[in-house]
């Protein structure tokens, strides 16, 4: 390969790296209806970031959850007392972490 290829492989793997980035619904406060009722905005993602939804319930009830942008995202549930935790990540697609 001669070396004149080289400087746009460069910038074509960067431009590739940098379209694989997602936009996430980013939310402070998703309340019990999924309505966000603070800081709804969107973020996006960096190379080793997922969109996150976290779900907060009361018995099977939800009570209130979070949105946005999470580095090194594991799904996660968590049960304390009479309050449950669900930690959904994904990166299938844009705004895949719907409420
Ligand atoms: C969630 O917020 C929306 C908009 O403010 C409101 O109409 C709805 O009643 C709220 N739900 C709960 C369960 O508070
Ligand atoms: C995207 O999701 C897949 C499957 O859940 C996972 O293996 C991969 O590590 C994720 N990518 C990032 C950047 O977190």
């Given at each position: 390969m001669g070396k004149h290829l080289l400087l746009p492989l460069?910038?074509?793997s960067l431009l590739l790296g940098f379209l694989q980035a997602?936009?996430?619904f980013h939310c402070d406060r998703v309340n019990a209806s999924g309505?966000?009722?603070s800081g709804e905005r969107f973020c996006e993602t960096t190379a080793t970031e997922q969109c996150y939804v976290k779900k907060v319930y009361e018995?099977?009830?939800v009570l209130f959850g979070y949105q946005g942008c999470r580095?090194?995202?594991f799904p996660?549930?968590?049960?304390s007392?009479?309050?449950t935790v669900e930690l959904t990540c994904c990166n299938s697609s844009s705004f895949c972490n719907k409420f």
């Open positions: 460069v910038i074509l997602l936009y996430c309505v966000c009722v018995g099977t009830t580095n090194l995202c996660f549930m968590g049960c007392h009479k309050y």
